[in-house]
């Protein structure tokens, strides 16, 4: 009996005598790039080093366009990014030794938020490789060993020939959900050496997918269909998966509230009657959530943030879909479904019984009165500026932009109070939590797509990671515009070492001229003010190109309701 997928097509007879015959000068680096091309990648981030040259060396015999960084761990941003915006997996080539070690934190970012980047390391020599101490330059005993906990997977080719198939692998992997960043080495002498291997044509590595389980399905929908109480919180794999209509469609089926993690954004209308927004970081919403009788969480662990800081504790019962199986009833005991958001949101669409709007009028009055009272709680704190200069970015902003945010005040602020205008339009760095994110993301977004200006924010702290970018953002003309908020040191630690201590430690900092700074890039500046703002933002993100807007400001957060 023969199966469809034992069948092998008959190569032609010049796609034989092209593989019998294949161009001179081609090395282990052309079976990277080739590789990569026939996977379908057609952009690769990077920096190179003096053991990945053949990889490099390669790249100018390929199509493949090449976005040159600074830093390897921006490089990793910036791929991390692009993989965000087009939920493919975004190449990140890299060298041995220091390079591939820079880009921990970047990796580390895209493994918590389920970016999927396939990042390629030279190795040493295959002779040093074993852990022996033989010297050579940027020898590690063991350089996989130290991204085994920080990537999905990694990939150790030894042989010219085993560089297709790992490539293909990982490739594959990154890109099966949970979506995420894999690991790729090749020792110096496999790239540089020259080969004989007919050139790579095409691949194969489609992802596999993660459908949920029926008989759980089914049990959720009994449980959802008859609560009297339910209410939805959405995370970051809903966004990932592209299953925001299919949320907004449950929901309203169930007329049950949505709450928003700050890695949902997006994933459900703002201002939708049923949307409690992404006011997850308040003990009004969380008191609110805890009198669920059923709470659908899709796509998220409810960590720290999504938990508010671990004082959520559900009263009714939980429903988790989540992709991440070691994050499958991790933090609260549920009925877990180990399965992609947008199939398990589907299967429950074509089983759950719907509730009439009428018959559950009160679902929207409730939300109405939760927002009510996280206004009134703002109200009190006097936290005009940090509001209206939000407001600003969000009016300056075009509503089809992306924008990405450093560990900052104003990104804190962002997580809850920011309407992202969509799906996969609003990204930070709170999964890991790194200073540094905003702006070479931002990079690696408009790489992605160019028709659209890309909006970073920093603060001055996480804005002195990536200034060498800006050469980057010139280099390539990107239409990045990067807000800088300017206090004078690392905002939110004079904050909390302030309230724990009395006085702030190692927080100042002496800072730049940014705007003199980013013209000596050949970058546009301006300094602006809380009333200005929005006109000079808006004019710098309607001008094609890079361009700084500098905000000096002191912000503050509002109160936490987690402590008290």
Partial sequence: MTHDHDLVLRPTQAQIDAALNPPAGRSGGDLVVETLAGLGATTVFGLPGQHALGMFDALRRSSLRYIGLRVENNAGFAADAYGRITGEAAPLLLSTGPGALTSLAALQEAAAASAPVLAISSQIPTAGLGGGRHGYLHELPDQAASFRGVVKSVHTVRTQSQIPSAIEAAWKSALSVPHGPVWVEIPQDVLLGQTRIPVVTGGDAFPEELPPRPELTAVAADLLSKAARPAIIAGGGVVRSDASGKLKQLAEALQAPVVTTPGGKGAFPWTHPLSLQSWIEDRHTTDFLEDADVLLVVGSGLGELSSNYHTFKPRGRVVQIEADLGKLESNHPALGIHADARLALQALLETVEPVAERARPEAAERVREVLTKVAERLAAQELTLEQEVLASVRKALPADSPSFWDMTILAYWAWSAFDAKGPNHMHSAQGAGGLGYGFPAALGAAAADPTRPVLAVSGDGGA?????????????????????????????????????????????????????????????????????????????????????????????????????
């Avoid at 060498?468 to 004078?488: F, K, S």
């Avoid at 430690?505 to 002496?510: I, P």
């Fill in 464 to 564: 002195l990671y990536s200034i060498a970018e800006l050469a980057t953002a010139r280099q390539y003309d990107l239409n990045v515009t990067w807000l800088i908020v300017d206090d004078g040191g690392y905002g939110i630690l004079r904050e909390y070492m302030t309230d724990a201590f009395g006085e702030p430690t190692a927080t100042e900092l002496t800072r730049p001229d940014y705007v003199a700074l980013a013209e000596s890039f050949g970058v546009p500046g301006v300094r602006t003010s809380a009333q200005t703002l929005e006109a000079d933002l808006a004019k710098a993100l309607s001008t094609p190109g890079p361009s700084v807007v500098l905000l000096p400001a002191v912000l503050r957060m509002f109160a936490p309701t987690h402590l008290s």
